[in-house]
């Protein structure tokens, strides 16, 4: 079964970002629903080709409509489709999300604002160990999907870091994601489940070494034991 992004889809998304308002939305309820199911099978196709690979626990589509009680922009609807994977089990840690937005897709995933006692054991471990993590940041096939890990940092070195220890650039992030974006071309494309399954797929090996890292102590005991 040929399972693809709909141009229709990608259209409906470039309407709402220029008519931002309930009007609009209630006239164009229906494009609103065709554009949906598209993207609901999408991403149970996506669900169903990553679960070849990997164990997960859900999928989640997530709503069109903007919570704007703490926002200025009152803009009632996003512009985009988003969705996300969730891996099964204590032990498989990382998760995986899927953007799709006209001019801006892309598939993404890793540890966005891990809990304080989870990122104060990632940064232990990539100043114990740095090669490790860096080993896999070197893979020509990391490089080529993802180019480095992204996130937010500080200015500085956390509290009890050496500002000049070896991974200190990863040290001071915040979160530690990667993503590989899209054209709209190559949303359309046939092929698109397929890519969006081989980037997810290429996001293995980080995700099992942090897995090892975040379900141990910093002597490599389980934590599940």
């Known amino acids: ?5 709909n141009d ?4 409906f998304l470039r309407d ?4 931002n308002n309930r009007e609009w939305f209630s006239a164009n309820k229906e494009a609103y629903d065709v554009a949906l199911a598209n993207m609901k099978e999408f991403v149970t196709a996506v669900g169903n080709a990553l679960g070849e690979t990997d164990h997960l626990e859900s999928s989640k589509l997530f709503r069109i409509y903007r919570d704007v009680r703490f926002s200025k922009d009152k803009s009632p609807y996003k512009n985009n489709f988003g969705s ?10 990382g998760g995986y999300y899927l953007h799709l937005e006209p001019g801006a897709s892309f598939a993404g995933g890793g540890f966005w604002a891990p809990n304080a006692a989870d990122l104060k054991r990632i940064r232990d471990e990539f100043a114990a160990d740095p090669e490790s993590i860096q080993k896999i940041m070197a893979e020509p096939a990391f490089i080529d999907y993802f180019g480095t890990i992204q996130g937010d940092e500080l200015k500085t070195a956390p509290k009890g ?3 000049e220890d070896p991974a200190i650039d990863l040290i001071r992030k915040k979160s530690f994601v990667v993503r590989r974006p899209f054209t709209d071309e190559e949303v359309l494309s046939p092929d698109f489940l397929n890519e969006v399954k081989r980037t997810f797929e290429a996001m293995r090996p980080y995700f099992d070494y942090m897995s090892l890292v975040l379900t141990t102590d910093s002597n490599g005991v389980s934590l599940f034991e």
């Open 161 to 163: 870091f050496d500002k």
């Open 8 to 11: 229709s889809t990608l259209q």
């Open 84 to 93: 996300g994977f969730r891996r099964a089990t204590k032990r498989l840690r």
């Open 1 to 5: 079964m040929d399972i693809r992004i």
């Open 16 to 19: 709402i970002s220029v008519n």
